[in-house]
């Protein structure tokens, strides 16, 4: 089932401000990843982790592998329209072989 | 272009027929990964598949089945007992002990009446 707490559960902003999600655990993982879902598609990978403090960039996104290795951050600066869609984190535990834990996902909506 | 496909985009059956979801890759990826997604929730793992002609379940695996007879390929079929099968099913790869990252398809949405 899900170990994997995603906040806040949707977000409204307005474009141009700056956004953060987050996911926590009570388990150590050993890889971070976040997704973005656009409605009726699949979820598109936007940033990987693979290190406990690994700050990793993609254009305006920003992603953390939390130092306490059970928590990761992502987040979006200034954002844009097309930036709306669904943002999940997933995290591998030493333990789950190629198993995934997903979070429950955060819902970005963006107003122009 | 490399890639997950899953075909078809929208399928409607009755209720009490199996129903098969395909499922293909050609990133020679050696892992590939069955989920369901219901309405505004997470994606959970009905089974997945690290090696060819080997699977084992996911966490919501009763009422479906699966093969894995082909690397490229992992047909899912939603059988009669699975008690509510209208969901959106999403097919994901890796590479497996190389890599864990997960490459999704499209996906299909299933729906059932």
């Known amino acids: 089932g899900q170990q994997l707490n995603q906040s806040p559960q949707s977000m409204f902003i307005q474009e141009g401000e700056d956004v953060s999600m987050n996911c926590t655990s009570s388990s150590i993982f050993n890889t971070w990843l976040w997704y973005k879902q656009d409605p009726g598609e699949g979820p598109v990978l936007l940033i990987a982790l693979y290190k406990a403090g690994e700050l990793t960039s993609n254009g305006r996104l920003t992603a953390q592998f939390g130092i306490t290795r059970k928590d990761s951050f992502l987040n979006i600066s200034a954002s844009i329209p097309s930036d709306v869609g669904i943002y999940f984190c997933a995290g591998l535990r030493e333990t789950s072989g190629s198993r995934l834990t997903f979070g429950e996902g955060t819902q970005l909506t963006v107003n122009p | 272009d490399g890639g997950i496909t899953q075909s078809p985009k929208y399928l409607f059956r009755k209720e009490g027929q199996n129903v098969t979801l395909s499922c293909e890759q050609n990133?020679?990826?050696?892992?590939m990964y069955w989920y369901r997604q219901d309405p505004g929730q997470g994606l959970r793992l009905i089974y997945y598949s690290q090696i060819v002609n080997d699977f084992q379940k996911g966490d919501i695996a009763e009422g479906y089945s699966v093969s894995r007879e082909k690397k490229e390929s992992f047909p899912l079929t939603v059988t009669s007992a699975q008690k509510n099968p209208t969901a959106f099913y999403l097919c994901?790869?890796?590479?497996?002990?190389?890599?864990?990252?997960?490459?999704f398809g499209p996906g299909t949405r299933l729906t059932v009446t």
């Open positions: 990133l020679n990826h050696d892992a």
């Open positions: 994901a790869s890796s590479k497996g002990q190389v890599s864990y990252e997960q490459y």
